[in-house]
């Protein structure tokens, strides 16, 4: 399973996993009975991949508020709908992340 297969299981789970503040660990968050022994298993024995992805996921999401920003300018967008569109970009699951950069950039989905 990949890292961002992990993470869409995870998320549809109600389990969130984020990259801790010292990018060498993860933060893993979920609500009261939904964390399972399973997912501390899969978590831990996946964490170095888990961190690989999830920096890379930071960058994709530097690229993807610059590209939603250049939408904005586009359609003339206010500050506040600007900020409103860099937290929607920050809220989007990580796995999904690319795809969203994707399709600001204009290129066809992977399906």
């Known amino acids: 399973m990949t890292p961002a297969e ?14 801790a503040d010292d ?8 609500p ?9 298993r899969l978590v831990r024995g996946s964490k170095p991949e888990l961190i690989g992805f999830l ?7 530097a690229l993807l508020i610059a590209a939603a920003m250049r939408c904005c300018d586009r359609h003339g ?6 900020d409103d569109m860099r ?6 699951p990580p796995h999904l992340r690319q795809d969203l950069l994707d399709h600001f950039n204009g290129k066809p989905a992977n399906h």
Do not use: P, Y
């Not at 920096?55 to 999401?61: A, G, K, M, Q, S």
């Not at 937290?87 to 989007?92: I, L, R, S, V």
């Open 32 to 40: 009261t009975g939904k964390l399972t022994d399973h997912h501390r």
């Open 87 to 92: 937290q929607q970009c920050k809220d989007t």
């Open 77 to 82: 967008d206010g500050a506040q709908a600007r």
């Open 6 to 19: 992990m993470l869409a299981d995870l998320f549809h789970d109600d389990i969130d996993v984020r990259l």
């Open 55 to 61: 920096l890379d996921v930071e960058r994709t999401t």
């Open 23 to 30: 990018g060498l660990n993860v933060v893993v968050s979920a």
